[in-house]
């Protein structure tokens, strides 16, 4: 037990026996009467291993977990979410500080290994980048290879990936979906959470593309922000219900293409779905549903890795100009340093780093990319994006990529670089 929770005087050993038979007898009684007794001692204890190990106890009274109708997956709607959530919250106090906050990063990727003989590597390197940002700014990160609902397949796996995670971790308040494709290129840029209090899901998208074109390109479902809460498991059970384990499957399809005409294939997928609820159930849905258009929350590669090489020279000559922003610091305050740099960046900087690059439609697994797409340009791109955004990190170990496309380019910086 913690020295914390020990409590010392000196007495005689016959007191001491005593006071300890006398206390161990009224502890007996009092856990007999108040099963919660020692379940609320032992959180009280501030520190120390014992006390981190109850913490992370249920209390013996039940929660919504003991319910035998619960469902992780879509076969059974979940009821009255947000008062289950409050619920264990009132169980565990040490949880509930904070919690507007706390975000939970879920990704992941087939269970088979790749086709493309690089794809595995590509993957991995994504993971690290998404674990990277993760680590910097105090999310959590939940990576799954198994598939949970046998006909959601493609890009509607994730929903049921989502809405276990909503309920395995109810702690979260909000839930952010990463596409295995997407690179983040911006290490220093925080969620501005406070800007969503009134929202429960963040995706990008442009209304004029929405609302007036029509477009099912108008957003993009490869990244989003859904907040733990009725609203986002009444919506998904909607959104949902157009994927592959609907009998009405074929029927959305068809419904989803008469409505935006630039989508090119007959089958109903996740990001017309969605589009689908924003245009055509606004009244219900949209309120709720914030469109992102003021950072790269999601951006397009194509547009984007020609610039990085420019960008970064940039950003170097920024702080060639400013001393704080070379100093060297531990990893731990880098969201303080970055902050300082957002500042130098928003006065000096031609152009802004895009947070968030994602390379749909090149198929980094099965190597099988968008036609369009000329030669190697997939993959040179995502190698300049994942070592643009890794310089980021490396900057705080003493080293970096000298070159964004070179294998071997690792250089040890000198004390006041890029001085």
């Not at 971790?169 to 983040?184: C, M, Q, S």
Request: glycine share 6%; aromatic share 14%; with cysteine.
């Amino acid at each position: 037990m913690p020295k914390s929770c020990i409590y010392r005087t000196k007495t005689s050993s016959f007191s001491i026996a005593v006071s300890t038979v006398a206390l161990v007898s009224l502890f007996a009684l009092y856990s007999f009467l108040n099963p919660n007794f020692i379940y609320l001692t032992f959180q009280k204890c501030p520190s120390g291993a014992q006390s981190a190990n109850m913490r992370l106890q249920d209390p013996p009274s039940p929660t919504f977990y003991d319910d035998s109708t619960l469902s992780y997956s879509f076969a059974r709607p979940i009821k009255n979410w947000d008062g289950k959530r409050k619920e264990w919250l009132q169980h565990h106090p040490s949880y509930a500080a904070g919690v507007s906050n706390r975000v939970l990063l879920v990704t992941g990727s087939q269970p088979s290994p790749c086709k493309n003989p690089g794809g595995d590597h590509f993957l991995l390197r994504s993971f690290k980048n998404k674990v990277d940002y993760c680590r910097i700014h105090g999310c959590e990160v939940f990576y799954n290879q198994a598939l949970l609902q046998r006909n959601m397949t493609s890009y509607w796996a994730k929903y049921p990936i989502i809405k276990a995670a909503m309920l395995a971790h109810p702690e979260t308040e909000w839930i952010w979906w990463v596409d295995a494709d997407a690179v983040f290129t911006d290490m220093d840029f925080k969620l501005p959470l406070e800007r969503y209090e009134a929202h429960n899901l963040v995706v990008n998208g442009w209304p004029d593309m929405l609302f007036e074109k029509k477009s099912w390109v108008g957003l993009n479902a490869g990244v989003f922000l859904i907040r733990n809460c009725q609203w986002s498991m009444d919506l998904m059970d909607v959104w949902a219900g157009m994927g592959p384990q609907s009998p009405k499957y074929r029927y959305w399809g068809k419904v989803q293409k008469s409505i935006f005409k630039d989508k090119t294939f007959p089958e109903s997928d996740d990001q017309t779905a969605l589009a689908y609820l924003i245009v055509k159930k606004s009244r219900k849905w949209g309120d709720k549903i914030y469109l992102e258009t003021e950072y790269s929350f999601h951006g397009y590669w194509l547009g984007i890795v020609g610039t990085l090489d420019e960008l970064q020279e940039e950003q170097l000559a920024i702080e060639r100009e400013v001393r704080i922003l070379r100093r060297r610091h531990a990893e731990k305050v880098s969201e303080y340093y970055g902050a300082q740099r957002a500042q130098h960046v928003r006065r000096r900087a031609k152009s802004k780093i895009p947070f968030i690059t994602h390379f749909t439609g090149c198929q980094p697994c099965s190597g099988e990319h968008n036609p369009g797409y000329k030669g190697d340009s997939c993959t040179e791109g995502m190698e300049k994006a994942l070592k643009f955004g890794d310089n980021q990190v490396l900057r705080n170990f003493g080293f970096m990529h000298s070159d964004l496309l070179e294998s071997s380019s690792i250089v040890s910086l000198p004390f006041d670089f890029p001085a």
